[in-house]
């Protein structure tokens, strides 16, 4: 499975990047999200309920950030854990660049993976529109979560 993409941030490459790095807005940004907890510098553990075709299931997944180049990229290492539902691995690299006279973040990423288990059974049409779905909701919280930040107190 491969995704790829780009999305346009309408803050600072520096608040981007705090925003990416923060177990607490990636909980909020992240479908079916129960937890994100840092367990080690640059090492996260996620338990998420999801539901790929007729398999709902909740996963387990173990998070490493590599090559980490402050405020220009990195690549997120992913082991998921889904009992019997099954198992992913996978990688995504993810590169910041500044554009509008650094009013806001262009972020691109590229994403491989592969699953196993009963989640590989379902089909892999199922999982990567699954993927494509959860990959749309989790930008659009993003920059949700950047406009309701930046909106003032009432």
């Known amino acids: 499975m491969r995704q790829s993409g780009e999305h346009r941030i309408p803050a600072p490459r520096a608040e981007v990047w705090r925003a990416l790095n923060d177990p607490a807005v990636l909980r909020r940004c992240l479908d079916g999200c129960r937890s994100m907890r840092a367990v080690a510098d640059g090492e996260f553990v996620a338990e998420v309920a999801a539901k790929v075709g007729p398999v709902r299931a909740p996963f387990t997944a173990d998070i490493a950030l590599c090559d980490v180049a402050p405020m220009v990229s990195y690549r997120l290492e992913v082991r998921v854990r889904g009992g019997v539902a099954g198992f992913a ?21 590229s994403i491989e993976g592969a699953i196993g288990g009963k989640l590989a059974q379902i089909g892999s ?22 406009a309701a930040s930046a909106a003032p107190a009432r």
């Open 89 to 109: 691995k996978g990688s995504a690299s993810v590169r910041l660049a500044e554009v509008e006279n650094g009013r806001e973040t262009a972020l691109n990423y």
């Open 125 to 146: 049409r199922l999982v990567e529109s699954a993927a494509r779905k959860m990959t749309a909701s989790f930008f659009e919280r993003f920059v949700a979560d950047f």
